[in-house]
C-alpha cells in the first residue's frame, strides 16, 4: 500500500509561484515513477509532469514547458516537487500527485490507467 501526501497549493495572480509537494509514505510496495496530474473545470484530466525517482528522467506537457520544473528529493526520492512559474489562468486546476512502481515511459506517461496511486488532489488558483 501506497499513500501519496500532497502539500503546496493555493491561489496566485498571474505571473506568480507555486510549488507543489508529494510524499510517498511505502508500505508494501515502493513508486519510482512520481508526479502530477491537473483537472480543471469542465476538462479532461492530464498528465502535466512526472520523474522517474532513480533515474531522474523527467516528461512534460507541452503547455507547461520552460514554467514549470519537477524535482525529487535527492535523499529521499520518496518526494517529489513541482515549481510552477509564470502561472496562467489556464493553469488552474485541482492538481493530483500520482505514483507506479514502474519506471516513467515516454510513451505512456501520460496515461491515467497507468499510475496505481493517486492523491486526494490539492486545488491552484491562477487569477488573471
Known amino acids: 500500500q501506497v499513500l501519496l501526501v500532497e502539500s503546496g497549493g493555493g491561489s496566485v495572480e498571474t505571473g506568480g509561484s507555486l510549488r507543489l509537494s508529494c510524499t510517498a509514505l511505502v508500505y508494501v510496495e515502493n513508486v519510482f515513477c512520481m508526479g502530477w496530474f491537473r483537472q480543471a473545470p469542465g476538462k479532461e484530466r492530464e498528465g502535466v509532469a512526472v520523474?522517474?525517482?532513480?533515474?531522474?528522467?523527467?516528461?512534460y506537457t507541452d503547455s507547461v514547458k520552460g514554467r514549470f520544473t519537477i524535482s525529487r528529493n535527492n535523499t529521499a526520492k520518496n518526494t517529489v516537487y513541482l515549481q510552477m512559474n509564470l502561472l496562467k489562468p489556464e493553469d488552474t486546476a485541482l492538481y493530483y500527485c500520482?505514483?507506479?512502481?514502474?519506471?516513467?515511459?515516454?510513451?505512456?506517461?501520460?496515461?491515467?490507467?497507468?499510475?496505481?496511486?493517486w492523491g486526494q488532489g490539492t486545488q491552484v488558483t491562477v487569477s488573471s
Open positions: 500520482v505514483g507506479d512502481a514502474a519506471p516513467c515511459s515516454g510513451v505512456w506517461w501520460t496515461r491515467q490507467s497507468e499510475y496505481k496511486h
Open positions: 520523474i522517474y525517482t532513480l533515474g531522474g528522467s523527467t516528461y
